[in-house]
């Protein structure tokens, strides 16, 4: 079973229904369920990595597109100091983000160790 984020099938997403304004733009959202299965399929054929980046990507289908490009731009080299990238990892895991918060707090160690946060 295939839906969006609004829980409407996939299915249910056609030209019409559109036309028509039956669609929102949740009901093309992707689910956090499927980036969960993709990340099951992803471990099953050898691609943890691939595997870790879904499971994230899940976490963060329940934030504000905003949000996500301020976490985006955050990361960026240059962007912030190891302290706002902690204080975003405590946000993150606050919110239940925590394999996104880890990801924070991992940046926060390396950026400082190789020179790259905001001077």
Do not use: W
Request: aromatic letters at 4%.
């Amino acid at each position: 079973m295939s839906h969006g984020f609004s829980g409407k099938d996939v299915n249910e997403v056609t030209v019409d229904s559109i036309r028509r304004g039956d669609i929102t733009i949740d009901d093309v959202r992707i689910h956090p369920d499927t980036l969960e299965h993709q990340a099951t399929v992803a471990e099953a054929n050898g691609n943890p990595q691939l595997a870790a980046n879904f499971l994230r990507a899940a976490e963060l289908t329940s934030m504000s597109d905003e949000d996500v490009l301020g976490l985006y731009e955050a990361l960026r080299p240059g962007r912030s100091t190891a302290a706002e990238l902690t204080a975003i990892a405590d946000r993150l895991t606050a919110q239940s983000a925590t394999r996104n918060a880890e990801l924070f707090t991992q940046a926060a160690a390396a950026y400082e160790r190789r020179g790259l946060t905001k001077k």
